[in-house]
């Protein structure tokens, strides 16, 4: 991959997916992260459906790509763009289209991890920002 290529990282939450983008897509491992976290929220992620426009993410990220260093591979990632774990990731289709829209050649990353490992490190989290449900009523499906 060239900066010419772009790699969007839609890893799922709780995949390794901030040791990544703190460790392994920086710019001494050949990475230049073409939009912070706040610039893929509020340009990809945050846009209502009948708002989201693509011309503003693309620029960004062509102005991004131009000054990147011309062997680096240039990166958006964010776990948010698989949806969000706590609502079945039901957004999931629609990032996959306006990522489509802003970069339909764009290569794509996508991290998994064993379901039950997942499960407990989601439900830690949610205790850790202060959830009070129990691990049965958290887990229990909605009727």
């Not at 990147?68 to 990032?95: H, I, K, N, T, Y």
């Not at 990353?109 to 039950?116: A, H, P, S, Y």
Request: hydrophobic share 40%; net charge neutral; proline share 6%.
């Amino acid at each position: 991959m060239t900066s010419s290529t772009l790699l969007f990282h839609v890893g799922h939450h709780k995949t390794a997916t901030t040791w990544l983008q703190n460790t392994v897509f920086q710019p001494e491992h050949g990475f230049t992260q073409v939009l912070d976290h706040p610039e893929i929220f509020k340009t990809v992620v945050n846009p209502h459906g009948l708002h989201f426009k693509a011309g503003l993410p693309r620029a960004l990220i062509a102005e991004r790509v131009a000054a990147a260093p011309d062997s680096s591979v240039s990166v958006v990632s964010l776990e948010s763009l698989s949806g969000s774990p706590f609502s079945g990731g039901r957004e999931s289709d629609d990032f996959a289209r306006r990522i489509a829209e802003i970069s339909p050649d764009a290569k794509i990353l996508i991290t998994i991890r064993e379901q039950c490992r997942i499960i407990a490190s989601v439900y830690m989290q949610y205790l850790s920002r202060g959830g009070t449900e129990p691990a049965e009523q958290f887990f229990r499906a909605a009727k």
